[in-house]
Structures are given as C-alpha cells and as structure tokens.
C-alpha cells in the first residue's frame, strides 16, 4: 500500500501547538498535575499535550486551543530553563553533561542510563513530557562534545 494513504491511527496524536504550530507530545495526568499549578489544571484534565519548542511561552495545550503556559507551571522546567534539571526523576541537570564533557566520559550519564532503567523512575508521571529524558540528554552530550 501507498504510504502516502495511510492514515494515522490517532490524529490526535500529532496535535501541533496552537501558538508555534510545533508538533506536540501527548501527556498524560501524571505530568500536568505535577508540573501544572492546580487552578491552571482544569482546562487540561482530560487530554493535554506539550510543546517543546523552548521558545514558545506554551507548556501544554489541548484539542480546544486552551493553553498552560510556562509562567503557570510550579517549578522551572528544562528546556524552558536551561538550569533547571534536564531529569524529573533524579535531578540531573545539563551542568552533570557538561561534567561528563570535562571528564572525557560519561561516567554520570552511564549512571543516570542504569537509573533511568530502573523502577525509581517515574518519567510518565514526572517528566514534563512525560517521556524518558535519555534521548534528550545523549543529544546534549553529543552536541557539547562536537563544539569542544
Ligand atoms: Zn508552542
């Protein structure tokens, strides 16, 4: 078959952010209620979707257009904040990368990997995107090495 006709599953699932057209994630409760301050939670409590685009002012959105933006949220996020820690479920943070960098080895990064296998991680229910923040973190690694 024609990839071109297949239709995705759920449409939903691409849903692009009504500020920056970004493609956005779709989250679950878990992330909102966590990052989300109560009286901003209501308008997202049935389906949410984030938007990683670091340059937009919206954190979460739904299929209506209503918006969470990253002022509403109750701690600064990564990759909003580029301080705050990159890892929800054991507070790793980009200056850990670059560590890692100065050392010639990802030794923290190796930890943080065993860690991110383990069952203390909560990345579904923590993470801002509710995803895993491995991906995000090798990239970082990979970048800081090519600029060095
Ligand atoms: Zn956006």
């Not at 943070?93 to 991680?121: F, H, M, N, W, Y």
Request: glycine share 4%; charged share 25%; aromatic share 8%.
């Amino acid at each position: 078959m024609n990839k071109a006709f297949v239709r995705e599953p759920d449409a939903d699932a691409r849903l692009l952010c009504p500020r920056c057209a970004s493609p956005g994630t779709a989250v679950g409760n878990g992330p909102v209620e966590t990052h989300v301050r109560p009286e901003s939670q209501a308008a997202l409590r049935d389906a949410a979707w984030y938007c990683g685009n670091s340059a937009c002012e919206v954190a979460y959105f739904n299929m209506f257009e209503q918006t969470v933006c990253v002022s509403e949220l109750v701690t600064p996020v990564y990759p909003y904040n580029l301080d705050a820690p990159m890892c929800a479920c054991f507070g790793f943070t980009s200056d850990d990368v670059e560590a890692d960098i100065e050392d010639g080895q990802p030794v923290r990064i190796r930890v943080l990997l065993a860690k991110s296998q383990s069952p203390q991680a909560r990345c579904q229910t923590l993470a801002v995107d509710g995803n895993c923040c491995m991906r995000e973190v090798q990239r970082l690694y990979m970048k800081l090495r090519s600029e060095r």
